[in-house]
Protein backbone atom coordinates (compact mmCIF):
# COMPACT_ATOMS: atom_id res chain seq x y z
CA UNK A 1 0.00 0.00 0.00
CA UNK A 2 1.47 3.22 -0.65
CA UNK A 3 0.45 5.59 2.38
CA UNK A 4 -1.30 8.66 1.33
CA UNK A 5 -1.57 10.04 4.96
CA UNK A 6 -0.88 8.60 8.54
CA UNK A 7 -1.46 9.09 12.15
CA UNK A 8 -1.23 7.70 15.86
CA UNK A 9 -3.02 8.01 18.64
CA UNK A 10 -2.39 7.21 21.74
CA UNK A 11 -5.17 5.51 24.65
CA UNK A 12 -4.39 5.25 28.42
CA UNK A 13 -6.39 3.37 31.04
CA UNK A 14 -8.23 0.89 28.93
CA UNK A 15 -11.89 1.50 28.85
CA UNK A 16 -11.73 3.78 31.71
CA UNK A 17 -9.04 6.31 30.69
CA UNK A 18 -7.98 8.59 28.00
CA UNK A 19 -7.22 8.60 24.59
CA UNK A 20 -5.12 10.98 22.84
CA UNK A 21 -4.18 12.43 18.92
CA UNK A 22 -0.25 12.80 18.36
CA UNK A 23 -1.28 15.89 17.07
CA UNK A 24 -4.12 16.84 20.39
CA UNK A 25 -6.95 17.65 18.42
CA UNK A 26 -8.40 14.81 19.72
CA UNK A 27 -8.35 14.68 23.72
CA UNK A 28 -11.25 12.59 25.14
CA UNK A 29 -11.37 10.91 28.44
CA UNK A 30 -13.64 7.23 27.47
CA UNK A 31 -15.76 5.55 29.69
CA UNK A 32 -17.15 2.43 29.84
CA UNK A 33 -21.25 2.62 29.37
CA UNK A 34 -23.46 2.32 31.63
CA UNK A 35 -25.22 -0.86 29.67
CA UNK A 36 -21.77 -2.79 29.87
CA UNK A 37 -21.92 -1.98 33.68
CA UNK A 38 -19.28 1.00 33.50
CA UNK A 39 -20.15 4.14 35.02
CA UNK A 40 -21.03 6.17 31.53
CA UNK A 41 -21.70 10.01 32.19
CA UNK A 42 -20.49 12.43 29.77
CA UNK A 43 -17.58 10.63 28.19
CA UNK A 44 -16.80 8.94 25.03
CA UNK A 45 -16.14 5.12 24.49
CA UNK A 46 -14.65 3.34 21.97
CA UNK A 47 -17.22 2.31 19.83
CA UNK A 48 -18.41 5.98 19.44
CA UNK A 49 -14.89 6.77 18.55
CA UNK A 50 -15.60 3.77 15.44
CA UNK A 51 -19.02 5.02 14.30
CA UNK A 52 -17.74 8.54 13.83
CA UNK A 53 -14.69 7.42 11.81
CA UNK A 54 -16.64 5.20 9.87
CA UNK A 55 -19.64 7.78 9.39
CA UNK A 56 -17.36 9.86 8.41
CA UNK A 57 -14.72 8.06 5.88
CA UNK A 58 -18.15 6.24 4.17
CA UNK A 59 -19.53 9.47 3.83
CA UNK A 60 -16.56 10.46 1.49
CA UNK A 61 -16.65 7.07 0.00
CA UNK A 62 -20.00 7.58 -1.37
CA UNK A 63 -19.60 11.21 -2.68
CA UNK A 64 -16.34 9.96 -4.67
CA UNK A 65 -18.78 7.06 -6.21
CA UNK A 66 -21.25 9.33 -6.63
CA UNK A 67 -18.68 11.99 -8.04
CA UNK A 68 -17.10 9.02 -10.31
CA UNK A 69 -20.21 8.42 -11.80
CA UNK A 70 -21.24 11.84 -12.56
CA UNK A 71 -24.12 11.61 -10.25
CA UNK A 72 -25.50 14.98 -8.39
CA UNK A 73 -26.63 14.23 -5.43
CA UNK A 74 -28.88 16.65 -3.32
CA UNK A 75 -27.54 15.66 -0.16
CA UNK A 76 -26.55 12.50 1.75
CA UNK A 77 -25.92 12.04 5.54
CA UNK A 78 -24.49 8.56 6.73
CA UNK A 79 -25.09 6.91 9.87
CA UNK A 80 -23.31 4.22 11.68
CA UNK A 81 -24.74 2.59 14.39
CA UNK A 82 -21.64 -0.25 16.01
CA UNK A 83 -22.79 -2.83 18.13
CA UNK A 84 -20.45 -4.89 20.80
CA UNK A 85 -20.89 -7.99 22.23
CA UNK A 86 -19.84 -11.32 23.33
CA UNK A 87 -18.81 -13.45 20.72
CA UNK A 88 -19.02 -16.61 22.78
CA UNK A 89 -15.20 -17.35 23.31
CA UNK A 90 -14.27 -15.23 26.46
CA UNK A 91 -13.96 -12.41 23.65
CA UNK A 92 -16.13 -9.78 22.11
CA UNK A 93 -16.99 -8.27 18.74
CA UNK A 94 -18.57 -5.78 16.62
CA UNK A 95 -21.21 -5.39 14.60
CA UNK A 96 -22.38 -1.98 12.51
CA UNK A 97 -25.41 -1.17 11.16
CA UNK A 98 -24.61 1.98 8.17
CA UNK A 99 -27.88 3.80 7.29
CA UNK A 100 -27.94 6.23 3.91
CA UNK A 101 -29.90 8.90 3.82
CA UNK A 102 -29.07 9.74 -0.25
CA UNK A 103 -31.43 12.66 -1.50
CA UNK A 104 -31.43 13.80 -5.30
CA UNK A 105 -31.37 10.62 -6.63
CA UNK A 106 -33.93 7.69 -7.74
CA UNK A 107 -34.01 4.58 -4.76
CA UNK A 108 -32.48 2.59 -7.23
CA UNK A 109 -29.61 4.82 -7.92
CA UNK A 110 -29.13 5.35 -3.97
CA UNK A 111 -28.62 1.77 -3.53
CA UNK A 112 -26.05 1.31 -5.93
CA UNK A 113 -24.30 3.99 -4.66
CA UNK A 114 -24.15 2.34 -1.09
CA UNK A 115 -23.10 -0.51 -2.59
CA UNK A 116 -20.34 0.96 -4.32
CA UNK A 117 -19.34 3.01 -1.64
CA UNK A 118 -19.08 0.07 0.47
CA UNK A 119 -16.50 -1.53 -1.86
CA UNK A 120 -14.35 2.04 -2.06
CA UNK A 121 -14.91 2.69 2.25
CA UNK A 122 -11.23 1.63 3.62
CA UNK A 123 -13.24 0.74 7.11
CA UNK A 124 -15.62 -1.35 5.13
CA UNK A 125 -12.75 -3.07 3.17
CA UNK A 126 -10.79 -3.38 6.86
CA UNK A 127 -13.79 -5.21 8.46
CA UNK A 128 -15.01 -7.02 5.30
CA UNK A 129 -15.29 -10.68 6.29
CA UNK A 130 -14.37 -9.80 10.04
CA UNK A 131 -17.21 -8.71 11.49
CA UNK A 132 -21.45 -8.08 10.00
CA UNK A 133 -22.07 -4.70 8.57
CA UNK A 134 -25.28 -4.15 7.31
CA UNK A 135 -26.52 -1.66 4.60
CA UNK A 136 -29.45 0.19 4.49
CA UNK A 137 -31.46 3.46 3.06
CA UNK A 138 -33.42 5.66 5.26
CA UNK A 139 -37.00 5.18 4.60
CA UNK A 140 -38.60 7.98 3.31
Do not use: W
Amino acid sequence: MKKLYSTKATATGGREGRVKSEDGVLDFKVEVPKEMGGKGGEYTNPEQLFAAGYAACFGSALNLVAKKSRTKLESSAITTAVSIGDNGNGGFELAVDIEADIKGVSREEAQELLEKAHQVCPYSNATRGNIEVNLSLKEE
